[in-house]
């Protein structure tokens, strides 16, 4: 997966906290670092662990079992785990009984060395070892070293039903593939996450029914490589040229499930999240110029403007067939909405490949993006055989024109909005006043408007009348 916004379990509320059954008598604390699926991942754990007796909890003092969902994409990300460790330590002193479990990609990149290095730690699982806790706590009471960080070739977790972490009762989250088969240079995705598998269309489906039996009114179908998803009866998907001629006749890929989902559920809003540019399709974007509900968003990380660092990076794409993709959105979904990944500073880049990221962004005027200078990452191609040569000082400079620019055509394009009425799914309160609501619109801008007789999960109808360069700000039009 590109480098993504981070979901911060702390800025979320801290504890990730669901429903209690009242026959459990466990406590499950559980944090959450990193992007969407990582958050979709915490759901399934959870429900795996309401099996075996844990109700959340939103108090670490109490739990039986704390665990911290780690991402690896980032250094950044990785020190606040291991800063966020140290208070476990000290709540652990208190409550000596208590467990501590490390998930996620920190955790399959590093394995057992995450024992040695913290102490503190009991048990260490991978993103595709999930249905092993019960063992691995059993091994842990025993007073065994508890590691599970392996690969698997088929798990989706089709058959497990995610508790919903947080939730608003208006959105959710449902993975549709897992893994990733580009090996970009930078990232660390493909060795702690594994290679594409998809999950079997059905299953999909059913969890989307259950969602809307719920009332949830918008789901994000989530993937590292969500345009990859091809269902041909399972299996990797490197393996689809060796499948029977039935298996690829009967095959359904992204666009034909984006199509089943909007036309089954029609009064869900739909979303997805992540694409890569050499993977998504045109008919993924007929399929959302055909349905209402299908938002005009795309998430189209590209990660710099320049063929010869796209090149390095060992992206399977050029510039201008990237642009060309542009040109085809513009065209097929009119109005829809753009956002970025975009890494600066990377190995060998010179100031004429960041000056064609910035005309890139001009070219494309993205509406929001997700910055980040380049930290290297250990056990990637980039790490093992590329020096990264960019000064800090520099990798500075260059992150601060690419957010002043994104900043700038940000602000362009909600200004856009002045004057025009945007359907608004309401989300809850706005973070600013409890006599505001906030939602979002099709094109995924948080819109905020003062409270009237609205609920929250209603779509309305707001007349925006003024904005930032991340916000519409407007009022409620019958």
Known sequence: MS????????????????????????????????????????EIVASILSEQGYNTTEHMEDADLVLVNTCSIREKAELTVRKRLEKFNAVKKINPTMKVGVLGCMAERLKAKFLEEEKIVDLVVGPDAYRDIPNLLAEVNEGRDAVNVILSKDETYGDVSPVRLNTNGVSAFVSITRGCDNMCTFCVVPFTRGRERSRDPQSILEEIQQLADKNYKEITLLGQNVDSYLWYGGGLKKDF?????????????????????????????FRFSTSNPQDMSIDV?????????????????IQSGSDNMLKIMNRQHTRKEYMELIDNVREIIPGCAISQD?????CGETEEDHQDTLSLMEYVKYDYGFMFAYSERPGTLAEKKLEDDVPNDVKKRRLSEVINLQRALSLEKTQAFIGQKVEVLIEGNSKKSDQHWMGRNTQN?????????EQVGDFVMVEIEDCTSATLIGKAVK
């Open 342 to 346: 975009m890494i600066v500073g990377f």
């Open 445 to 453: 801008y948080a819109v905020v408007f003062p409270k009237t007789d």
């Open 285 to 301: 974007l007929h399929a959302m110029a055909k349905h209402e509900n299908i938002c005009k968003y795309i998430h189209l990380p």
């Open 3 to 42: 480098t993504e916004k981070v979901i911060d379990a702390k800025k979320q509320g801290n504890a990730l906290i669901t429903e209690h059954k009242e026959e459990n008598n466990k406590k499950l604390y559980i944090e959450n670092y990193g992007c969407q699926m990582n958050f979709n991942d915490s």
């Open 241 to 269: 040229k060796k499948a029977s001629e039935i298996a690829k006749a009967t095959a359904v890929d992204f666009a034909q499930l984006l199509d089943m989902a909007a036309t089954r559920f029609p009064k869900m809003r």
